[in-house]
């Protein structure tokens, strides 16, 4: 495949010529990483791997790349605690969700007090 960066225009053609109607963008992160793990393929309710469409893997790891610029205004999701979540492309509406999970810790601070000589055995 050409090293030329792939537009969304040219991978919805490229998609559709391949009967898809939506994606769904697996990704997550934590200890400031993270990264897209996979893409699922949809043709109407039907999914698919990218193997299964005669998409090759570096195409599949072009499209990824197109979808790390949605992930860059959103919360975030690969710092600290992290997060995960999925971008749903819709190819017929040409329309995005995203459902970002943002991981944090919480903590509950307990004190206790008394006297040593209460802890001594009899």
Known sequence: MSDKKLTWQEA???LKDR?????????AG??????IDNIVYYKGEDI??????????????RLQ??????LDNI????????GYG???IDLDKLHYDIANHVRYTTYEKYEHEGK??????E
């Open 12 to 14: 919805v053609l490229y």
């Open 19 to 27: 009967g898809v109607t939506k994606i769904e963008v697996e990704y």
């Open 30 to 35: 934590s200890g400031d990483s993270g990264s």
């Open 48 to 61: 698919f791997s990218y193997s299964d469409l005669d998409i090759t893997h570096d195409m599949d790891d």
């Open 65 to 70: 790349n197109l979808c790390y610029p949605m």
């Open 75 to 82: 919360e975030d999701w690969y710092n600290n605690d992290g």
């Open 86 to 88: 999925t971008v749903t």
């Open 116 to 121: 040593l000589e209460d802890l001594t055995e």
